[in-house]
């Protein structure tokens, strides 16, 4: 179900229960070497959000309030940026919302127990999840797509697909709706076609429309308009389970 765009709500009533009802407190799973896109596309359409929804905040959360870096350490390059964590996994805001989970080289990681504990434990008090790229694979492994339709780097599928025999992975898509409560969105830049149709789906069309033109992206609206699949070979895999 759609919701009135903010923008034609006229009522300070209806304005003022609507902001009550919709999410305002998002976050981010942050781990070393994620994809800087994956982050900072969903989140530039939020910062413009924020203009007009000034309401909403968002937490950084990594493993230590240390600079996390999109850095590889495995490919020979000291070339990236650094964002500075606001929580640990371990002491998390107590009324997040929605939870983006990035992707990266960083998810390829020996040790995500943390960060895969962390999605596991705080999915039930969430209102919403969008993984994007290779972020499925995280909530994936932490059975957040068990039994559901999912999607994700197409240049990765077949490592992505691996990590969860459980999952229905499809293929031909820009984005997936898993369920009421995750978006799976294929790989970097698709996050933000993705935010941008959580956008519309939660806040309204009028609010996304506006959204995507003050940052001057070419939206794609169809979630099976995916040209990557072809370019990648990539092919549907059904669960094993």
Same mark, same amino acid.
């Given at each position: ?82 964002? &500075? ?42 209102? *919403? ?58 790989? &970097? ?13 939660? *806040? ?38």
């Amino acid at each position: 179900m759609k919701l009135a765009p903010l923008l034609l709500l006229t009522s300070p009533v209806a304005l003022a229960l609507a902001q009550e009802a919709l999410p305002t407190r998002f976050g981010v799973v942050l781990f070393t070497a994620f994809q800087a896109l994956d982050v900072f596309g969903p989140l530039d359409v939020l910062n413009t959000f924020s203009f007009q929804q000034k309401n909403i905040t968002l937490s950084l959360l990594s493993r230590t309030l240390s600079p996390v870096s999109t850095v590889p350490i495995t490919m020979g390059t000291t070339f990236g940026e650094s964002i &500075v964590p606001t929580h640990t996994f371990d002491a998390p805001p107590s009324n997040l919302e929605v939870l983006i989970v990035p992707g990266g080289a960083g998810t390829r990681a020996p040790d995500l127990t943390k960060e895969i504990d962390f999605i596991r434990a705080a999915f039930p008090s969430l209102k *919403y999840v969008i993984a994007v790229c290779t972020g499925n694979a995280l909530i994936a492994r932490a059975g957040l797509l068990d039994g559901k339709r999912a999607t994700g780097n197409k240049k990765s599928w077949s490592w992505v697909t691996s990590q969860g025999n459980k999952t229905h992975w499809v293929a031909k898509a820009r984005w997936v709706r898993s369920s009421e409560k995750i978006w799976s969105t294929s790989g &970097v830049s698709s996050g933000v076609d993705g935010v941008l149709n959580f956008v519309e789906t939660i *806040y309204g069309e009028a609010v996304a429309t506006d959204l995507a033109h003050g940052i001057e992206w070419r939206r794609v609206t169809d979630p099976d308009d995916d040209e990557f699949a072809a370019i990648w070979g990539a092919k549907d895999v059904p669960p094993l389970e």
